[in-house]
C-alpha cells in the first residue's frame, strides 16, 4: 500500500493508524502548498482532489477519505483491536465519533487555516471549536480513550485534530481529560514513530 501525505496535516492519522496495524506500505509526501512530489509529480495527476490522505491499495484501487482510510487500515489488522467488529453496535459509535471529529472538529479548524479568513470569521471559528472540544472533554471524563479503554482510530483522528489548537490560537489548557488523552496518545510507540517519519518530532 502507498499512503499519500502531507506533514501534520489530517492524513497524519492513516499514518499512524498503518504504525498501529503494523502494515507494511510507502509513506509518500505530498505537500498540500506545493502538489509536487520529490520526483516533480503533479500530486493532482494522482489524486483530482489534490488533498491528503490518499491510501492506494496493493491493486491499485483508491481511497481519499480519512475516516473510511482508517477503518479500512484497522480492519486489515483485527487482532489489534484499532475498530470494533463489523456490524456490532461499538462499530457504529466508532463511526459516530469518526464523523463528529470530521465535521465539528477537523472542518472547525479549517477556517483557521484559511489565507486571508477575515478575524471575526477566525473568532467564531475558535469559539464553536472551544466549545465542541469541552464538550469531548467532559466525554473523556473518567475513560483512557473514546470507546473506553481500548485504544481505536478515533483516538487517533482525535489527537492528530486537537493538537492543531496550539497553532491556530485555540485554548485548550483548561481541558485536563483532553490534555491528560494527549499525553498518553502522544506516547504510544507508533504515534512516536509515524511523527519522526513525517520530521515532527526529532
Known amino acids: 500500500m502507498k499512503l499519500f ?4 496535516a489530517c492524513s497524519l492519522s ?36 489534490g488533498y491528503v490522505p490518499l491510501l492506494v491499495l496493493d491493486d491499485g484501487r483508491q481511497l481519499r477519505e480519512g475516516p473510511a482510510i ?9 487482532a489489534k483491536q484499532l ?9 457504529y459509535k ?9 465535521t465539528e472538529l477537523h472542518k472547525g479548524f479549517s477556517p483557521l487555516f484559511t489565507p486571508g ?13 472551544e466549545g465542541r472540544l469541552k464538550w469531548v472533554d467532559g466525554e473523556l471524563a473518567g475513560k483512557t480513550y473514546l ?9 487517533i483522528y482525535l489527537f492528530v485534530v486537537s493538537n492543531w489548537s496550539k497553532h491556530v490560537g485555540v485554548d485548550i489548557s483548561g481541558l485536563s481529560h483532553l490534555g491528560a488523552f494527549i499525553t498518553r ?9 509515524a511523527l519522526r517519519a513525517e520530521g515532527l518530532l526529532k
Open 185 to 193: 496518545v502522544s506516547a504510544r510507540p507508533a504515534v512516536q514513530a
Open 117 to 129: 479568513m477575515p478575524e471575526e470569521a477566525k473568532n467564531l471559528a475558535k469559539t464553536r471549536l
Open 14 to 49: 492513516p499514518h499512524i493508524a498503518l504504525h498501529e496495524a503494523g502494515l507494511t506500505f510507502e509513506a509518500v509526501a505530498a505537500p498540500t502548498k506545493t502538489h509536487k512530489l520529490a520526483d516533480g509529480t503533479d500530486y493532482y495527476t494522482i489524486n483530482p482532489l
Open 83 to 91: 475498530a470494533p467488529a463489523n456490524g456490532s453496535y461499538e462499530r
Open 94 to 102: 466508532l463511526q459516530e465519533w469518526l464523523n463528529f471529529i470530521g
Open 70 to 78: 482508517v477503518q479500512y487500515i484497522a480492519d486489515q489488522a483485527p
Open 5 to 8: 501525505y502531507s506533514p501534520g
Open 147 to 155: 470507546m473506553g479503554d481500548t485504544f481505536t482510530v478515533a483516538d
